[in-house]
């Protein structure tokens, strides 16, 4: 593969060059094609070579149509990760990107789904980058997948005319996993071997992947940083049905008389109206996320999980010290860990991750673990020590040896108890050490009341 040229069952695929020393990367693969509100179709086939040297667009979101830098509070978020990157948004959007060592056989595969609240973000953002899982022997994926109402609209129309509604987003990053399952054996990978990861939304979707009987056999373990886990709050999803009168608002304020001028609204109107009909709900998630639709869903995650019925394999999750609702995401992912113990099922690890980056005072903010999970702290701005180094070569290590085994443990590394009856401790990253040890839920709620939250 060392000239990042392959021959896949859908046919041949050109990569990227000017990569890393012995990584090969693919840009863009389309793996499914779906019209607006329609379920993904898998890619098997193309004609000719396929050209993977750019990136694919990204979903239309929000930020498709504003200048973020004209926008206050999307200040943080946009000088931390987007400054001076550009981005094509579209509605044909279902691509994704392979990191591959050149010398990979059977390996591990890494397959990471974007945060952003299921209304913003796409798997190529600077952060993003496989290469670090590359020199550890692992392949990494990243997906787009369609956000808010290209990704999430119910209606009874539809539910007509398909037998469901919803979860359009949550069904293109099945199709993702299919795809990846049939073809990543082409680049290298084991399709027995893939790890599903995922932070904020991204972790979402996973646990709504680990509780989906749709998606046995297309992995074998789970990490969720910053969301997923057992929450009344963040882990019910609501029927279908009951996610009709929100669209129907949306429609109302759009001015779309019936389905048909739904369909064929401008994408700037339809985020608009969307926009305006969630300023009207209570719950600030409204409308944005998966719902139980009685086939990729059949209960929430959280009824599933303490019924027992999520998959049987090994998780690794945690959150950061000035998360979103911090003393909440912690108690989830710890809650998730604990469930799996006291069910006598796999292994699980916890994580709490405090280093305070440096450059601000914001601290261990939504998102800050991502530059030392993914290796890329040279992409950021910040000025990073040689702590954060081999903090971020720890993560890594402790990532792709997960993916590896379902153990993050390897030699160098500090052990990392797996929760269970009488072991509450998790693994903290912190400003001096990586050490087992116990979280203040009384500090993180000091820490949600009085210090102001940066995450999107």
Not at 178 to 198: E, H, K, S
Request: proline share 5%; hydrophobic share 40%; glycine share 12%.
């Amino acid at each position: 593969m060392k000239n990042h040229f392959v021959h896949t069952p859908c046919g041949p695929v050109q990569g990227a060059a000017g990569g890393a020393d012995g990584v090969s990367v693919f840009r863009g693969i389309r793996y499914a094609t779906a019209g607006r509100w329609e379920y993904p179709r898998q890619v098997t086939h193309w004609d000719g070579v396929y050209d993977a040297a750019n990136f694919g667009a990204c979903s239309f979101q929000p930020r498709a149509f504003y200048n973020e830098e004209d926008v206050p509070e999307k200040a943080f978020y946009y000088n931390e990760f987007r400054r001076g990157e550009y981005y094509d948004y579209s509605e044909d959007c279902l691509f994704l990107n392979i990191w591959a060592p050149d010398d990979a056989k059977n390996a591990p595969v890494l397959f990471y789904i974007h945060g952003g609240g299921f209304l913003g973000g796409c798997g190529h953002e600077k952060h993003f980058d496989g290469t670090a899982w590359c020199k550890k022997g692992v392949v990494a994926v990243t997906i787009n997948y369609r956000l808010g109402p290209m990704g999430f609209l119910c209606l009874p129309e539809l539910a007509a005319r398909d037998g469901h509604t919803g979860n359009y987003a949550m069904f293109d990053q099945m199709a993702a996993l299919c795809w990846v399952r049939d073809n990543i054996a082409a680049f290298g990978g084991d399709p027995g071997q893939v790890t599903l990861m995922g932070q904020s939304a991204g972790a979402m979707s996973v646990q709504q992947l680990c509780v989906s009987p749709m998606t046995n056999g297309l992995f074998r373990g789970a990490v969720m940083m910053s969301g997923g886990g057992v929450s009344r709050l963040l882990g019910a999803a609501q029927k279908a049905e009951e996610a009709y009168p929100f669209w129907q608002a949306v429609r109302q304020k759009l001015g779309a008389a019936d389905f048909a001028a739904l369909c064929g609204a401008e994408p700037q109107a339809l985020f608009a109206a969307f926009a305006e009909a969630r300023k009207e709900q209570k719950n600030p998630m409204a409308g944005c996320g998966p719902v139980v639709d009685g086939v990729f869903l059949t209960e929430s995650a959280a009824e599933a999980a303490k019924a027992g019925r999520q998959k049987n394999i090994p998780y690794l999750m945690g959150s950061t010290s000035e998360d979103v609702v911090p003393p909440i995401v912690h108690k989830m992912a710890k809650g998730w860990a604990r469930l799996q113990a006291n069910q006598g099922k796999q292994p699980s690890y916890a994580y709490f991750f405090s280093r305070q980056l440096p450059g601000d005072e914001k601290g261990a903010w939504h998102s800050a673990d991502l530059w030392y999970a993914f290796g890329t702290l040279d992409s950021c701005w910040r000025p990073f020590t040689e702590w954060d180094r081999a903090l971020s070569e720890a993560m890594v290590s402790y990532l792709t040896n997960f993916a590896k085994t379902g153990d993050p443990n390897g030699p160098g590394l500090a052990e990392w108890l797996p929760v269970k009856k009488g072991q509450t401790q998790v693994l903290r990253f912190g400003d001096r050490d990586i050490t087992m040890g116990g979280v203040s839920v009384a500090r993180l709620t000091h820490t949600m009341l009085t210090k102001p939250n940066v995450g999107e």
